[in-house]
């Protein structure tokens, strides 16, 4: 087990992957059931309250397994990108 600090593009991937595993739990139509089996409570849809914990799960697995996380971060954080990009360029009305 390493406690370095990921280099940036770590931070990177790692940062974006949360986020998309946040919004993939919070946001997305796919997971409205597990939301609504759990109470559809504000720890999963807050960002800072379960977006908290998401991002403490993959910073761990970073530290135990430092070049598969970011392997499995890696299509994570490319959704999330997508996501983001799409959202900006083409808003939904």
């Known amino acids: 087990m390493t406690w370095d600090v990921p ?3 770590g931070v990177v991937l790692l940062a974006l992957a949360a986020f998309r595993l946040w919004r993939l739990f919070a946001e997305d139509t796919i997971t409205a059931r597990l ?8 720890f999963v ?9 998401i991002t403490i799960g993959w ?3 970073w530290t135990a397994w430092p070049h598969w996380t970011l392997i499995i971060a890696t ?3 490319i959704s999330a990108v997508v996501g983001l990009v ?3 360029i083409d808003p939904v009305e």
């Open 35 to 42: 939301r609504t089996a759990v109470g559809h409570t504000e």
């Open 75 to 77: 299509p994570f954080a």
């Open 86 to 88: 799409a959202a900006n």
């Open 7 to 9: 280099t940036w593009y």
């Open 59 to 61: 910073w761990l697995a």
């Open 45 to 53: 849809t807050c960002p800072w309250c379960a977006g908290a914990w």
